[in-house]
């Protein structure tokens, strides 16, 4: 049994808990404002907001319903479109009806979603922020212009900076961007007896969920389901290694003050992955389990070197990860088995360049991922280590040309020699992502952006670009 | 207070078909389709499918009492397949069970065997075995033969364009209620709700009148609803009559994905001449459609690729001709543009390859050739209120095209791994359908006893703005709020034989006849005004402003609400029903010639892109155009209509790429695989109306819905002009979708 709060009302369901929310809202309870569009977490047109109690209080974020399993929500606060109407258009509701942001009407409910979860989680008003935060919602009709007209207007009119995250619930209900009754569901929420549910071991683990429900929603909701608990601290330094606990999500890493330092584009590098409701969602374990061969986050380990940490009944061990994946969505985990930690030693991070090419720039599967991290000191390498997605079976730790790397000078012939032995390396096959001659050409080409973006002063294009 | 729709969609409170409460005993049915491409069906083995649990019934061709037939075009189209199996995804059978869920488990235990036939998926391969929807047709003005002779350049090529996903976000959906004396209610997700109604009746053996199809309102149409809507209601219909229950029929993205068609990829052959100043003297170009597996609306969108193969310029010889080829994909069918951009396509191409050839920018060649008033489409039809020279004028005065020309060029200069570009694209789309007998539509208006109005006509809106632009036609023709006017579901109980809503022509024939039927209740009201105000007072002499009633331009004591009142108690007419015909459209297909279009929308766009050179990606980053839009009866619609048109034709010049395998299988079946334009991707687009008037059109408004497509095809040719300003060798090919893929493979074309 789940019991949780929908918009104003205390809900028990006695549904399965791997129905996904999607139709518990709306097959169950009625409420269709949600619509069902993709169910596979790509047109956010399902997107609801989730509040949980965490330390610092209660969080919102939103989320796509089509993703989200039933027992995810148990003691938390479902809010549904239904959930912010109030007598009149609320102050987003009218931005977008003003500014042609409107126009079929499909998508509308998951934008409002969506940039109410900006209100409530962006420190700023800062408009970028705004569009990412709406950028996994789907418009067929509009183009995007009214949305983002809407967006402009929304971020002049409403300043989040005056705004703390302790004051934000109350803040957005002065402003009647959330209807009142928010200041009483961290109340209702603490009154709930705690949610306890004893897990059987052989159950089907459930993280995110943001992949798992997209290839068999129907199975799971057969299946005992084991929920792992979210991971609130994530990401830590500790003596020369950082630790990511399995359960970090990916827009934890994306935002951590730890991981902006190691690597200072990783805020954009990870807007291009996937969109914020899934970022909210996906965990970095998943990820690695899911043994996608363009699985964004491998490549992006792989070229760290990262290690995993994984336990069982029986204790724990450490497995590189390059030596994780065996084949084709196959790994080293066996049954019982859960991926812990990932860890990896920070000196490797001194420079690191991660690279994704898609048909679509932003939250499309890459054609092509690539992630390179050097060590070097007085224009030699002392350590690298190249990993690509999308041209293997595995995401591809590329042995050989890292190991060519190693104590080479840092010159445009070391580069074009690393081009041709990762060619010999990669067997990409033609499919909906690119043809095999193309995914080719792209390694290349992105193993020579790597190489460009780290060292400007002393790897040049033309050198590199000989016909 | 009658809330616009818009405000409805804000809140989640606007009702869709999928969304309406579910009737007590409500069936769902799911139907078992073909999973091979062609061939002959040997055995459909129920048996196991009959025994799962909720399974109520499924029916074959067998069980329809009528005819097995829901094309309209064409009589080539079953609703359910019975010998022959003609592309993947073909409805075989229709499962009808207690759960959507039980439907799709007992679909999967439905056994067919097939012996398999030779299948064909691309048009050119299609032709070669003479597979054709209908013989080829030939549109021509002067004498192509003669005049190659005096050209100083002639290029010929190929061209293609893929098929495009609807991607409309409402997927297909119909509900069938059976009501008492074998009647019908069937709500459905449809731009056809006429047609749904007739196919309905033919597929069951009754009568029309016995089948009432209801659409309030579609998440999305843009043409694959118009035709393919029809058999998923047809199904739902089929099973509600049978088990005398309601039944609901809703598809899921990838079977929507799989099943229906698309916008149909084209291939062409061209050959242009121009002469050295760069005049195009004769064109000559054939097309080949993909049509899929049966007729659809192909030829009629083959007819419009035939309209629009000049686009907006004048070429004194012409010789196109079209052939609609046969394959085995699921029909192609409708997709706003309706053949035109693949038309408009094609010539581009030809113009950017004469362009190298002449050593000339692209620009040059379009601007010497824009149609002028007085001109003649190849067609026979005048060109009449032109506006091409002016729209393309005021672009490059109102967006600085000289000056960001030179901009993109220096940067160029300056940058080795990224490059800028710019294309121009006018734009020239006739509007009216060009079946001239669907040019016609009706209205029937009610005013209340109480002030309140009601329109119904046959529009169905889908986003497009059409009941708001008919509300907005109703209130200034009353002179009153508009809060007063609703505008009602499309009905067809209230209102019979509707055209589709579609050829962007939904406001301009359903308002023109709402327009007349408001003037005939206002005609009622100025006779009762006229007895009110006593004396010499007569109707002509009276107006309605703003909900008072006026007497030579004086404002008296009598207001609207009074005033109905009082035609309610004299006994007139508040209600009216009024048909509309567009005047002077004519098409004679034996000398294919005629007046087939009210009249012509123009525009003019400059796309700028941004190609990064190293990894193949890259931006659209500017669309700026001048469109002309007519005198708008809601701007911001317009403004709206054009925004979204132009980034759904960037899409389908960029990104939108559809894959099958060689067994015909959709392999981008899903929004993981099918990507379409998101936030990011969108380009910022600044649109300027051209200050004109449209004597043909609704209170000299112009229809805005297709045309601005056309400006996304720019994208394609600003990115090639980026790729030769890396890789000036590269011998440009007019393959869309210009994808990611195709960029770099261009930019390294000599690389590997």
Known sequence: ????????????????????????IRRHRGLTGTKDVCREGDCGACQV????????????????????????????????????????????????????????????????????????????????????????????????????????????????????????????????????????????????????????????????????????????????????????????????????????????????PLFQQWFPSVAQDFELICSAPVRARATVGGNLVNASPIGDLAVFFLALDARLVIASATGRRTVALKDFFHGYKKTDLQAGEQVLEIRFDTAVAQSFSYEKVSKRTHLDIASVNSAMSIEHAGGRIIKAHLAAGGVAPVPLYLANTSAYLQGKAITAATVLEAVDIAQGEIAPISDSRGSAGYKRLLLRQLIFAHFLKLFPDTIYWKPLHVR | MYASDIDLHAQGAAIFTDDMAEPAGLLHAWPVVSNIAHGLIERIDLQEALGYPGVVSILLARDIPGSNNIGNAAPDEVLLAEKEVVYRGQPIAVVVAESAAITRQAAGLVRVSYSELPAVFDARTAHAQGLHIAPPRIFSLGDVDQAWQACDAIVEGAAASGAQEHVYLETQVAVAYPLES????????????????????????CAMHQVEVDVVRLGGGFGGKEEQATGWAAMAALAASRVNKPVKIRLNRGDDMRWTGKRHPYDADFKIGLDKTGKILAYEVCFYQNAGAVAD????????????????????????????????????????????????????????????????????????????????????????????????????????????????????????????????????????????????????????????????CGAVEMGQGVKEKIRNVAARTFSIDKVRVKIESTNTARIANMSPTAASCGADLNGQATLLACRQILQQLRTVAAGLLGGDAEPEQISIQ???????????????????????????????????????????????????????????????????????????????????????????????????AVVQGLGWMTMEEILYDGQGQLLTDS????????????????VEFLDS???????????????????????????????????????????????????LLALYECDC
């Not at chain 1, 049994?1 to 999607?22: H, Y």
């Not at chain 2, 819905?705 to 790729?723: D, S, V, W």
């Open chain 2, 297 to 456: 609306l192909s030829l009629a969108i083959l007819e419009r690729t035939l309209f629009h193969a000049g686009n907006s310029y004048f070429i004194p010889n012409v010789r196109a001709t079209a052939v609609s080829c046969r394959t085995n994909l699921p029909p192609n069918t409708a997709f706003r543009g309706f053949g035109g951009p693949q038309a408009l396509f094609v010539l581009e191409a030809a113009i950017f390859k004469a362009a190298a050839a002449l050593n000339v920018d692209p620009a040059s060649i379009q601007q010497k050739n824009l149609l002028q008033e007085g001109q003649q489409f190849p067609y026979g039809m005048q060109v009449e209120n032109c506006r091409a020279q002016r729209c393309w004028r005021q672009l490059h005065e109102s967006f600085g095209l000289p000056q960001r020309q030179r901009t993109i060029e220096n940067f160029n200069a300056s940058h080795s791994l990224e490059k800028k570009a710019l294309a121009l694209m006018p734009i020239c789309f006739g509007i009216s359908f060009t079946a001239t007998f669907l040019n016609q539509a009706d209205a029937l208006v009610h005013v209340y006893a109480d002030g309140s109005v009601s329109v119904s």
């Open chain 1, 49 to 256: 907001l989730l509040g949980k109690r965490l330390a610092g209080g209660l969080r919102y974020q939103a989320v796509n319903a089509c993703l989200l399993p039933l027992g995810a929500v148990a003691d938390g606060h479902v809010v549904t479109i239904e959930g912010l109407n109030g007598e009149r258009l609320n102050p987003i509701q009218q931005a977008l009806v003003d500014n042609g942001a409107i126009q079929c009407g499909y998508c509308t409910p998951g934008l409002v979603m969506a940039l109410t979860g900006f209100f409530l989680n962006s420190l700023i008003s800062d408009e970028h922020a705004a569009v990412d935060a709406v950028a996994g919602n789907l418009c067929r009709c509009t183009g995007y212009a009214g949305i983002k007209r809407a967006i402009k207007q929304l971020c002049q009119q409403f300043d989040l900076a005056g705004s703390s995250m302790e004051r934000r619930i109350e803040d957005l209900v002065h402003w009647q961007i959330l209807p009142a009754y928010f200041l009483t569901v961290n109340e209702m929420l603490a009154a709930l007896p705690p949610h306890q549910e004893k897990a059987s071991p052989d159950v089907v683990f459930v993280a995110g969920g943001t992949d798992l429900f997209v290839q068999k929603p129907a199975w799971l909701q057969a299946q005992p389901l084991n929920f792992l608990p979210a991971s609130e601290g994530g990401i830590r330094h500790e003596g020369s290694e950082c630790v990511i606990e399995a359960a970090a999500t990916i827009e934890q890493l994306r935002t951590s």
């Open chain 2, 182 to 205: 074998d009647c019908l209610k069937v709500v459905s997700a449809t731009q056809s709700p006429s047609m749904v109604q007739r196919v309905i009746a033919r597929v069951l053996d």
């Open chain 2, 693 to 743: 008037d449209n004597p043909a059109g609704l209170m000299h408004s112009k229809a805005v819905g297709e045309p601005p497509l056309m400006y996304g095809i720019g994208g394609y040719f600003a990115l090639a002009k980026a790729i030769q300003a890396f890789n000036p060798g590269w011998q440009a090919e007019a393959i869309a979708p210009m994808t990611p893929e195709k960029v």
């Open chain 1, 1 to 24: 049994m789940s019991r949780f709060l929908l918009n104003q009302r205390l809900v028990e369901e006695q549904l399965p808990a791997g129905m996904v929310m999607l139709d518990v």
């Open chain 2, 671 to 686: 929004l993981t695989t099918y990507k379409i334009p998101d936030i990011y991707s969108a380009p910022e687009i600044a």
């Open chain 2, 546 to 644: 703003q909900e008072q009633i006026y007497l030579n331009g004086q404002p008296t004591a009598i207001s609207w609400n009074k005033l109905v009142s009082e035609a309610y108690l004299s006994r007139s007419a508040l209600s009216a029903n009024a048909h509309y015909a567009t005047p002077e459209v004519f098409f004679d297909r034996s000398e294919e010639q005629g007046r087939p279009f009210a009249y012509h929308v123009y525009g003019c766009a400059a796309v700028e892109v941004s190609v990064d050179c190293l990894r193949g990606t890259y931006r659209v980053t500017s669309v700026s155009i001048v469109h002309d839009g007519g005198r708008s009866l809601a701007p911001a619609i317009d403004r709206g209509q054009v925004e979204g």
